[in-house]
């Protein structure tokens, strides 16, 4: 199983960030600045989305 991360879909892009540590893991289509825009949010909101993620696979 790999390690907790999160997907994102703009609409007009996607991307995938891992949680521990935070990190880029590929992104299609979303330029620089979305990119830092999400980033930030995954900042932001990390203890939650570790939170689901390990409630979602360990169930």
Not at 20 to 37: D, H, K, Y
Not at 43 to 58: I, N
């Amino acid at each position: 199983m790999e390690p907790p991360h999160i997907h994102v879909d703009t609409g007009e892009g996607e991307c995938k960030y891992w949680l521990e540590p935070i990190r880029l893991a590929r992104s299609r289509n979303i330029g620089p600045v979305e990119l830092r825009r999400i980033e930030a949010a995954v900042f932001e909101h990390q203890d939650l989305f570790k939170e689901k993620w390990h409630e979602f696979f360990h169930h």
